[in-house]
């Protein structure tokens, strides 16, 4: 299950309602693939270890951290470019500060 909602990356976007629901199944696609980019990265499944019972919440930043990737993937299309880099500046340190590290 996503911890972002599509009308949440919608809002992320600032799309408007005469947009309708045309990307609809692209912007699944990308919220998919975000978390679990987010969820390779961290070493854990964000819903196994937050929200649930007897859990804290869901952090607001890794909620962000999900839409700001999956928005910039829905607008950066290409892997190469002018201006490509692999995640929109702040993904990382998200991640890190959330990260589970294993010696």
Do not use: C
Not at 41 to 66: H, M, N, R, S, Y
Not at 78 to 95: C, D, K, L
């Amino acid at each position: 299950m996503a911890i972002v909602t599509r009308d949440q990356l919608k809002e992320q976007l600032a799309f408007t309602s005469d947009l309708g629901t045309i990307d609809d199944t692209l912007l699944d696609r990308k919220l998919a693939a975000a978390q679990n980019h987010v969820e390779r990265l961290l070493g854990f499944k964000i819903e196994a270890t937050f929200g649930g019972a007897g859990q804290d919440p869901i952090p607001p930043a890794l909620v962000e951290a999900v839409s700001q990737l999956a928005a910039w993937w829905y607008e950066n299309r290409e892997a190469a470019g002018e201006g490509a880099r692999e995640m929109p500046f702040g993904v990382s340190e998200i991640i890190t500060e959330y990260r589970e590290f294993t010696f």
